[in-house]
């Protein structure tokens, strides 16, 4: 790593020294994020799961109460019927934030139906379009939850990179030069003692000569 070659002081040393504490603090934190994000994300599989299953079973419902109005009325009698018909649902999407993550969640609920004003509608027609309505609420739940999911696993997997990044390359690397840096320092220093120890000694013979 270029960015890490540098003379072998004791400045560079103590430089490099404090580097990587920052960085072993840097990656204890995104150690423990990447450990909340992982929660969460099971967290939300289990939710998203769970909405999923119900958007199925009310979509279920809405398609058997549709047959059996079109049993009853006739596909044209429907789409007449439909052309007149008010929205039954009351939608809102809101942004949330978790650990920095935004995401949108959905506040909706089901509006009761207004008669369409129309002959030759039945209690049928008014259960599908209930249905449909109860459906169209489950389904925009289900996507706000498998929105979060999605962002909430993107950035698990953000994290965890550079987790694995500070874990066994960037610190690793900082440890080796500081290891080098180390024994050069030593090598030099056990090189000043033997050259003090040579100039004393050479000093002693010729105070004896």
């Given at each position: 790593m270029?960015?890490?070659r540098?003379a072998p002081t004791?400045?560079a040393?103590?430089n ?7 960085l ?9 994020k ?6 969460l994300v ?10 999923k299953r ?10 058997r109460?549709?047959s059996i109005a079109q049993?009853r009325?006739?596909d ?5 019927a ?5 929205s039954?649902t009351?939608m809102?999407v809101?942004?949330?934030?978790s650990?920095g ?10 509006v009761?139906?207004?008669?369409v ?5 039945g209690?049928?027609?008014d ?6 309505a109860?459906?169209?609420v489950?389904?925009a739940?289900?996507?706000?939850v498998?929105?979060?999911l999605?962002?909430?696993?993107s ?5 965890q990179k ?8 960037i610190?690793?690397?900082y ?5 080098q840096?180390?024994?050069?320092l030593?090598?030099?220093e056990?090189g ?5 120890k040579r100039l004393r000694?050479?000093s002693?013979?010729?105070r004896?000569?």
């Amino acid at each position: 790593m270029n960015r890490l070659r540098t003379a072998p002081t004791k400045s560079a040393l103590l430089n490099l020294r404090k580097q990587v504490k920052f960085l072993e603090g840097g990656h204890a934190l995104l150690e423990r994020k990447r450990e909340l994000l992982t929660r969460l994300v099971y967290q939300h599989i289990k939710e998203y799961q769970e909405k999923k299953r119900a958007a199925h079973e009310t979509l279920r419902q809405a398609y058997r109460w549709l047959s059996i109005a079109q049993l009853r009325m006739g596909d044209r009698n429907i789409l007449q019927a439909s052309l007149g018909a008010t929205s039954s649902t009351s939608m809102k999407v809101l942004p949330r934030r978790s650990i920095g993550i935004q995401y949108p969640s959905v506040e909706a609920a089901v509006v009761p139906p207004r008669p369409v004003g129309l002959l030759g509608t039945g209690p049928s027609f008014d259960e599908a379009r209930r249905a449909f309505a109860e459906a169209a609420v489950k389904l925009a739940e289900l996507a706000a939850v498998e929105m979060a999911l999605y962002r909430l696993i993107s950035e698990q997997r953000k994290a965890q990179k550079r987790v694995n990044a500070l874990k066994y390359n960037i610190i690793p690397a900082y440890k080796k030069v500081i290891k080098q840096i180390s024994e050069a320092l030593e090598e030099e220093e056990r090189g000043t003692l033997f050259q003090i120890k040579r100039l004393r000694d050479a000093s002693q013979q010729k105070r004896s000569a």
